[in-house]
């Protein structure tokens, strides 16, 4: 009997791949009221359900906390200034800094281990239910709190809206796998719908195109044979000229529930030095069991289970991570989906520093579709299009080449729109893009609210604030210099020439949010 | 490790939850696609899923139904590259060769993509091009180490270099998977168990399969590789009683072929005979209905088991012309030898050996023929050779 070699027969092959519960969708950070505890919250695909974990996964919470540091250049912005602070970053996290973590695993579907590792008063574990907030004593005398289980999902936005935008053609679509050339189509990217752009331009015939439906299809078309182009030179405008919005501000994620990891943690757990070290970064990491080792029955380690403290680090932090391969990371919401173009070897969590070069070039691109929308509204961009009057399709190969285009767009300060997010007036300087997003880590400052960019709190609309980074912050409307939450403002849009008259992103959450631990709201029921 | 410990009543396997949930979503995703003939998505879904329906139960007729279903999605929809993929992969499967390269132009770019890569390097191996094989795969493998790729690695090592070497790519593409794999993983570990099974290490050849069980329970499979180690242990009783299994839950024509040959081997010849006239019944038909898949087991039967060269040479030299291998030219090579054309005989087992294949078995078949051609030196070389790659190649055996 002959036997070819054949792995595709055993293979779970190109077009059927289900949802992994090892993709992270987002990670949330921000300081309590007292400012003395942090709270981080890791959102991920909720399967197999919603408050049942797969035991086969592995998370990390990485959490570092460090001084605030001014930028040093002062007003010199230029190239070597930024791959200098490139370098910096990329000595900082591969050198000196010392990161602590909380590492989740799961014994059963509702039983999960938590360690934690790195931490100045040592290593210790526990074990607490799923679904259920635990009070977790630490060895110094302090007390954290825990989540793991289902949640509402926290996250609020057009997603279909942010694909149509970036032209992202799987959306809307039939793209298979192998097609990869066909996912960000090569057509301007923009806000305000391209007259002639058959490509992506909403269709009345089909309002639920790309958009998710509850039963889990998306209404997608066939995609036509290239080459994918664009001819034309102007925006698209109805009879009565108005521009036609790529967004129309619903929330995709309405009523689909996450899992998450939260923790509330004393800031004096993290740090000793609580006074020098104002900034808590965190990134988060999702590690899936290899196959060889699922085979192997490894028996609980009595010392993680029955003595929740101490437990030895260095080498079994290795060794446990040696059976897991690291699939996803998470830190800054976008970087994965607007900045690293969602690539696989791109998952470097914080250590995203020679992306750096790719970043410039990337939001420059980006920049090209953007920056002409925002000044057809009447609005002052940072990113220099040459006066364009509509978006144009433009990729760099050189990063010298694009700099140029997007330095002010990388350097700017992000202005606040008030002073909430600096409750204690503190001098502290306002956030640029380069350093938002390199490292790719949520950075949550103790002395703020912690709202984005300061870190991401739960009701942040970040979309909308990540868009605003195009925006010129010199610039003012009706006497105030514009900011991060501007192109929320429904005052704006009343008054802009486009439909539909909405901020690209929802306002809120489409469930309230909790005043108290764990945050993030119960799940729905009866979905996933 | 028993059979009776395999066969006893045991939970649902996870070779039985996943078949379920496979099943569920065909079934689920067909009445989708009634409901809404023009979702191309859930018609992607349906022949992917029942592609992995039939490789899970190993059912020609499953792979007969997504065939007919693949094209009508196709003349429906036009010759996407995921449909067109997947239809050079089903056809891979039945041994259409030429077929496969046909599916893969079928879309403009589809065969410059790294998938149909891997399934021309496939392609290319069955029609002995083995050089071109490697290269194509050490090029792959460059651009991206998936599993996939490094056991096809592997599997051109096993019969074209070191066993060891071969091991050490197993262990590569092993190290590859996530416990969401873990078919994929027992498979693998029937490979590495097969290259020592092909090296007469019986006990290392059994951690390997046991691995692959305890990676993946209660599939059929794994079922046939125990069978097939019983029976050249000499544990006849446990292997015919795995062999039945399989064939009770599979029909697999291949499976009853294999335990009539096992009969025989225990001399229950009249036993055999009727599951011999059942596997060539279910050969024919095949070929009947235009399907070429079986020509190479049509011939090994009429060989031996059924003692009918001409027809042996008839299947053996059809299976050849479509796939110049070593493998065809070998069995080419057997049946014309039982055609008492010696000479013809040993110009194909040259071409064979020619490949540099390292198969004990081949080697014994060479000694074989070479002997009744008179070269006796020769003869006895190769079959000293064989001898030093594995001490027990004339046990009994199901895959070579």
């Not at chain 2, 229950?268 to 087991?297: K, N």
């Not at chain 2, 050996?353 to 078995?361: E, F, N, Q, Y």
Request: charged share 25%.
């Amino acid at each position: 009997m002959a036997d070819h070699n054949d792995p595709n027969a055993v293979n779970h092959i190109f077009s059927d791949i289900d949802y992994s519960p090892a993709d992270l969708y987002d990670l949330f950070g921000w300081p309590t009221s007292d400012g003395q505890n942090v709270v981080f919250a890791l959102t991920f695909a909720s399967t197999p359900a919603a408050g049942v974990l797969d035991p086969d996964l592995l998370y990390r919470l990485l959490l570092t906390s460090h001084p605030r540091v001014a930028w040093p250049h002062g007003d010199n912005v230029s190239l070597e200034s930024a791959l200098g602070y490139f370098d910096a970053v990329k000595d900082k996290y591969l050198g000196e800094l010392r990161t602590a973590e909380i590492r989740v695993t799961v014994k059963t579907n509702s039983r999960v281990i938590l360690k934690f590792l790195g931490f100045p008063c040592g290593n210790f574990s526990t074990e607490v239910d799923a679904n259920r907030v635990a009070t977790i004593p630490t060895p110094d005398g302090q007390t954290i709190q825990a989540f793991i289980g289902g949640r509402d999902d926290a996250f609020f936005n057009d997603l279909t809206g942010f694909f149509r935008s970036i032209n992202y053609a799987p959306q809307f679509y039939h793209v298979p796998h192998t097609m990869t050339e066909a996912r960000e189509l090569p057509i301007p990217k923009t806000l305000l719908e391209l007259e002639g752009n058959d490509l992506f331009n909403y269709r009345d015939d089909m309002p639920e195109w790309g958009y998710t439906q509850l039963d889990g299809t998306t209404p997608k078309l066939d995609l036509p044979p290239g080459p994918w182009t664009w001819k034309g030179d102007k925006f698209k405008k109805d009879a009565n000229g108005n521009f036609r919005f790529v967004y129309d501000g619903r929330d995709c994620r309405a009523g689909q529930n996450c899992n998450a990891l939260v923790f509330e943690i004393p800031h004096s757990f993290i740090t000793p030095s609580v006074q020098a070290n104002r900034l808590v970064n965190a990134w988060g990491e999702s590690w899936v069991l290899k196959a060889a080792h699922k085979v192997v029955s490894i028996p609980d380690d009595p010392s993680w289970v029955n003595h929740p403290w101490p437990v030895v680090r260095e080498k079994e932090e290795d060794d446990e991570l040696k059976k897991y391969k690291l699939v996803d990371t998470d830190g800054q919401p976008f970087a994965d989906a607007a900045l690293s173009e969602r690539e696989d070897d791109r998952q470097l969590g914080a250590n995203n520093f020679w992306l750096g070069p790719h970043f410039i070039k990337r939001l420059a691109h980006l920049g090209w579709g953007f920056g002409p929308s925002i000044s057809a509204l009447g609005l002052k961009s940072s990113f220099d299009h040459n006066n364009s009057p509509v978006s144009v399709y433009k990729t760099y190969d050189l990063v010298a080449t694009a700099f140029p285009k997007v330095a002010k767009t990388l350097f700017q300060p992000l202005n606040m729109p008030d002073s909430s997010w600096n409750p204690k007036g503190l001098p502290i300087p306002l956030r640029r893009p380069f350093e938002i997003f390199i490292p790719n880590v949520c950075a949550v400052d103790m002395d703020t609210s912690g709202t984005w960019p300061f870190g991401r709190r739960l009701e942040d609309q970040v979309a909308t604030r990540f868009l605003s980074m195009f925006l010129d912050m010199d610039a003012e409307l009706n006497g105030k210099k514009y900011h991060i939450e501007l192109l929320s403002d429904q005052a704006l849009w009343d008054s802009a020439p486009i439909v539909p008259k909405t901020p690209p992103n929802p306002l809120h959450n489409d469930k309230p949010f909790l005043d108290s631990f764990p945050y993030l709201a119960e799940p729905w029921l009866d979905k996933w | 490790m028993t059979t009776q410990s395999i066969l006893r009543e045991k939970p649902v396997t996870v070779f039985e939850k996943e078949l379920a949930r496979i099943e569920a979503q065909v079934s689920s995703l067909k009445s989708r696609c009634q409901e809404h003939p023009s979702d191309l998505q859930s018609r992607i879904r349906l022949v992917y899923r029942m592609f992995h329906q039939a490789t899970l139960t190993g059912k020609m007729a499953q792979l007969e139904e997504l065939e007919t279903v693949l094209r009508e999605v196709i003349e429906r929809f036009g010759p996407k590259e995921d449909l067109c993929l997947l239809k050079a992969n089903l056809d891979f499967r039945l041994h259409r060769l030429p077929e496969v390269r046909h599916d893969l132009e079928m879309a403009p770019l589809l065969s410059s993509r790294f998938e149909a890569r891997i399934l021309v390097a496939d392609l290319t191996f069955q029609e002995g091009q083995y050089h071109a094989t490697r290269s194509a795969l050490e090029e792959l493998i460059s651009e991206n180490p998936t599993w996939d790729t490094v056991a096809r690695l592997a599997y051109w090592t096993s019969k074209l270099g070191d066993p060891e070497e071969a091991d050490r790519f197993y262990l590569q593409a092993e190290d590859e998977l996530t416990a969401k794999q873990m078919l994929s993983y027992a498979w693998l570990e029937l490979q590495r168990g097969m290259l020592d099974f092909n090296r007469g290490r019986y006990a290392d050849a059994w951690t390997h399969y046991r691995t692959a069980e305890a990676s993946y329970p209660g599939h059929w499979h794994t079922a046939e590789y125990f069978a097939e180690l019983f029976a050249a242990e000499g544990n006849f009783k446990e292997a015919e009683a795995l062999l039945l299994d399989v064939i009770r839950r599979t029909s697999r024509p291949e499976i009853q072929q294999a335990l009539g040959e096992l009969y025989l081997y225990m001399d229950r010849t009249e036993e055999a005979e009727p599951l011999f006239d059942s596997a060539l019944s279910a050969y024919l038909s095949s070929v009947q209905r235009g399907d070429v898949h079986y020509f190479h087991h049509l011939a090994d039967l009429y060989a031996d088991a059924r003692q009918e060269p001409r027809e042996a040479l008839r299947w053996a030299q059809k299976d050849f012309e479509m796939r110049p291998n070593y493998g065809t030219q070998s069995a080419l090579a057997w049946a014309l030898y039982r055609n008492n054309s010696i000479a013809e005989s040993l110009k194909y087992m040259n071409l064979a050996l020619a490949s540099g294949v390292r198969d004990p078995v081949i080697f014994s078949t060479a000694s074989e023929l070479l002997w009744a051609a008179g070269e006796t030196e020769k003869s006895l070389f190769f079959a000293d050779i064989a001898l030093k790659i594995n001490p027990q190649h004339k046990n009994y055996r199901m895959h070579h």
